[in-house]
């Protein structure tokens, strides 16, 4: 399959996973109509309507064409801030509870892998976090303590206890898992149409208004009803500033190489390092017999920051040094991950909403969080009552993140400077074939891309969500938002949001109404 958010290919788009679709339009209303056909999405699509109810899944793009076709697929009740900080911001029991979820999560994957019989590689596995060189032992020890009040299978070691790896102290925690997440979401779709489920792709929808029932408008002016709608697009474009000033995105790499087949142990792997390392295997789904070896990180910013060949390199470096065993670097991409002020997604009622719910801000644990969204989703739309929802709510207030929130707030305020700046070239003539930059023309600034066969392309470089000035993200050739993370192709059209409008023609200025952060905490 071909992803829809960049030009890196995951190891996961090697496998045909073209799934049926309706050709028909949707009659309204139907009881839910999810947006978004990642592993969120699918995930409460499929909850639903094996409870019975009649749902559509929309996604302007192909199901799992986002950001679940570039995740590094780890299934794991290890939270990925860590226990520390999740107790220091959520309490004992909140950091309970955060791990009860997600081990829930990874139980409900084993299950509708059994029940559905989907083939996906599906394993239960050990995961291990290693001490970082360089970084204070007493972290680790810290951490081991915080786990184990969580609830966690947690064990402590002086030095590694997997044979062949020798990365010092470390923790195991028992019971975690992988799978193949592409043949997973193709079983979890197939599932949901058995089970009357419809699925739409290439439909767009631009806004949604809550009532009874709730209206979606789509592209080209339709309208759909529905009596709930679930919003899983990775990030809202329903809301403004609610949720994104309370979550922040990241670009992170992954790199793929082959390693003999069982030469390194099918287990996860992750250390302290700030921005840290993962690391799984992938088992040899060739005739060569050769395993891949996954390691990923080099987190930033999105769009700020252009230099994905060099993190690449970094992970190779880092790659050979630890694990000698790897051999040639077939795979290299990038994903994008919301990290939240307080560690863990926000999944529940839109703020404000009745009958809008959300899921958004996988922080780094996007098919876990995913599943959980779908557990939780389908019990407020239900009428049950879960015990996770205070705590995915979102209109949670981050009061115990302060200082994140500021710090990450005070970065989007700062980006809104590229206005006055000059531009990255000169004119167009400076920009090279395969390359894009954004030029100033007098007062307007215009994201200009030049293709490989030296034509050039030009939109409006000011983002559509709230006015930032998009950077060129050469790895991907994608035009990013350093703000709060949209993405556009080099055609202008929105490829994440929150932004829900393509990039304006070039040098009409800035969209009306857009322009102004509001710092102040989403309530």
């Known amino acids: 399959m071909k992803s829809d958010s960049g030009k890196t290919v995951s190891t996961w788009m090697g496998v045909d996973s073209t799934l049926p679709q309706d050709s028909a339009p ?3 209303p139907v009881d839910v109509c999810v947006i978004g056909g990642g592993i969120s999405g699918m995930s409460v699509a499929y909850l639903l309507a094996r409870d019975g109810r009649s749902v559509v899944v929309i996604d302007d793009g192909p199901v799992g064409g986002g950001e679940t076709a570039r995740t590094s697929a780890h299934l794991s009740s290890a939270i990925d801030d860590g226990f520390v900080r999740i107790e220091k911001i959520h309490g004992p029991e909140g950091a309970r509870l955060a791990h009860a979820s997600h081990a829930a999560a990874i139980d409900c994957i084993e299950s509708i892998v059994r029940d559905e019989n989907i083939d996906c590689e599906f394993q239960r596995v050990d995961g291990f976090l ?8 007493e972290e680790l ?9 969580a609830g966690a299978k947690v064990e402590a070691f002086p030095r590694s206890p997997v044979p062949g790896l020798a990365l010092g102290p470390c923790l195991r925690f028992a019971g975690q898992a992988q799978m193949h997440p592409m043949l997973y979401l ?7 149409l058995r089970r009357g489920g419809r699925i739409q792709c290439g439909v767009r929808a631009e806004a949604v208004h809550d009532g009874e029932p709730v209206r979606i408008e789509l592209q080209g002016g339709r309208i759909l009803e529905a009596r709930s709608v679930v919003v899983a697009t990775n990030s809202p474009f329903t809301t403004l500033f609610a949720m994104h000033t309370k979550q922040a995105p990241y670009r992170t790499f992954v790199i793929g190489a082959d390693c003999p087949r069982g030469g390194i142990p099918n287990v996860l792997m992750w250390d302290t390092a700030d921005p840290y390392h993962y690391v799984r295997t992938v088992p040899s789904r060739t005739p060569d017999g050769l395993d891949l070896l996954l390691v990923g990180g ?3 910013k999105t769009g700020q920051a252009d230099d994905g060949p060099e993190r690449f390199q970094r992970l190779e470096r880092w790659m050979r040094e630890n694990f000698p ?15 939240t002020l307080d560690g863990l997604a926000y999944i529940g009622r839109e703020p404000g909403a009745k009958h809008i719910y959300l899921s958004t801000g996988d922080s780094g644990m996007g098919l876990t969080h995913g599943t959980i969204a779908g557990m939780l989703l389908t019990d407020l739309i239900q009428g049950r009552d879960n015990p996770w929802s205070d705590l995915y709510a979102p209109d949670r207030k981050p009061v115990k993140a302060t200082g994140e929130f500021l710090r990450e707030n005070l ?4 980006q809104f400077a590229d206005h006055v700046k000059p531009g990255q070239a000169q004119d167009e003539d400076a920009i090279p074939n395969g390359s894009g930059a954004v030029l100033r023309r007098g007062m307007h600034l215009v ?3 030049r293709d490989g066969d030296g034509h050039l392309h030009e939109r409006s470089a000011v983002c559509t969500h709230l006015g930032c000035i998009v950077h060129f993200n050469s790895t991907e050739t994608t035009w990013d938002c350093p703000c709060h993370g949209s993405r556009f192709g080099v055609d202008g059209q929105v490829l994440n949001g929150p932004a829900s409008k393509p990039l304006g023609e070039a040098e009409l200025g800035m969209p009306q109404g857009v322009g102004s952060v509001d710092l102040r905490p989403a309530q």
């Open 411 to 414: 970065n989007v305020a700062a």
């Open 298 to 300: 080099e987190d930033h």
């Open 26 to 28: 949707v009659e309204s």
């Open 130 to 137: 290693f001490q970082a060189p360089g970084t204070s032992p």
């Open 325 to 339: 065993g790897a051999e040639t670097v077939r795979y290299r991409w990038s994903g994008q991950v919301l990290e």
């Open 447 to 449: 994201a200009a891309y």
């Open 186 to 192: 193709r079983g979890l779709c197939q599932a949901f």
């Open 141 to 149: 020890a810290l951490e081991y303590a915080a786990a184990q009040r």
